[in-house]
């Protein structure tokens, strides 16, 4: 969607350093959150269909397991650790950096043209094509990207376009988004509450009733299908405030893209809004499997 209200007519005299750790965090967090989701059920299946002799059972989910650990290996090795040692340093009309084992150091005025393109291990990929052939590639998960784009707008005005601007406002909204993360996981408590405390509870509940044995349904297949639905309340929750937080972020940078600062008064409205959600889900299950 073009960008709409004011113009941003970038900045100059920015000095920071960028770095892809909050990025980096985050995947490696939502990796072992789901790795841990996975684990867990299907270990729970692999001992119940060897207890029963379904050995057919235990080899299709010991495979999807080994499966999902190549994916998450082959990630890390070609989507993360490039991104580890990358970074980029604005210092007024200067730019330096490192990506991945190139390093760089220009003045803005060296800069020849830009190019959008997207990869599919890095995602969306800003690339700075120097006069000299030298080629800068930015990905997607920079922290605070806008400090170089509006630095690039501030020195070459001339660069300034509608996908540009369209970018910035997306790897904006993307920046807001990670901040947001970190703080949620640094609310240990509300997170061992969404993520521990109410499937270990489900969990407790499932083992008390065995209500499910009753249809031959082995108990160890009930427990990991009710901790696997009370997560996922936890993961809709998340979904549903982080989609409302990207459509109100993308709303404010439509009318004014000076406006860079997260809106922590509604994050923290969302936060209780979803946390309030998942506990209802949770309980309306808890409910169900008591009375059966």
């Known amino acids: 969607m073009p960008t709409q209200g004011s113009r941003n007519d970038g900045r100059t005299g920015l000095r920071r350093r960028l770095s892809y ?6 995947f490696r967090l939502t990796l072992l959150f789901f790795a ?8 729970m299946v692999i001992l119940s269909s060897f207890q029963l002799d379904l050995w057919v059972y235990a080899i299709a989910a010991a495979l999807f397991a080994a499966g999902l650990v190549t994916v998450a290996i082959l990630t890390e090795k070609f989507h993360i650790q490039p991104l580890r040692t990358s970074y980029i340093e604005i210092d007024g ?4 950096g490192k990506s991945g084992r190139q390093d760089v150091s220009c003045w803005f005025a060296d800069i020849d043209k830009y190019e959008l393109s997207e990869s599919p291990f890095m995602g969306k990929l800003l690339m700075l094509v120097l006069k000299n052939g030298t080629k800068l590639t930015i990905s997607f998960g920079l922290e605070r990207f806008d400090y170089l784009i509006d630095s690039l707008l501030g020195y070459r005005p001339e660069f300034r376009t509608s996908e540009l601007e369209n970018f910035r406002q997306e790897v904006l909204v993307n ?17 061992a ?16 009733n065995r209500w499910l044995s009753r249809f031959g349904i082995m108990d160890e297949m009930s427990a990991a299908a009710i901790v696997i639905l009370n997560l996922g309340f936890g993961v809709l929750s998340c979904f549903l405030v982080t989609a409302l937080l990207h459509r109100h972020t993308m709303k404010v ?8 600062k997260r809106d922590l008064l509604l994050e923290n409205k969302l936060d209780s809004a979803g946390l309030v959600l998942h ?11 008591s009375m059966m």
């Open 21 to 26: 750790d909050r990025y980096i965090l985050a």
């Open 36 to 43: 841990a989701v996975t684990t867990v059920p299907f270990m």
């Open 93 to 96: 009309d200067q730019i330096s």
């Open 175 to 191: 920046d807001h988004l990670l901040a947001h993360f970190h703080s949620y996981v640094r609310k240990w408590h509300v997170v």
């Open 193 to 208: 509450y969404q993520f521990a405390f109410l499937p270990l509870l489900l969990l407790f509940v499932v083992q008390k």
């Open 253 to 260: 940078l439509a009318v004014n893209p000076a406006e860079t």
């Open 279 to 289: 506990s209802a889900l949770a309980m309306i299950v808890l409910v169900c499997v």
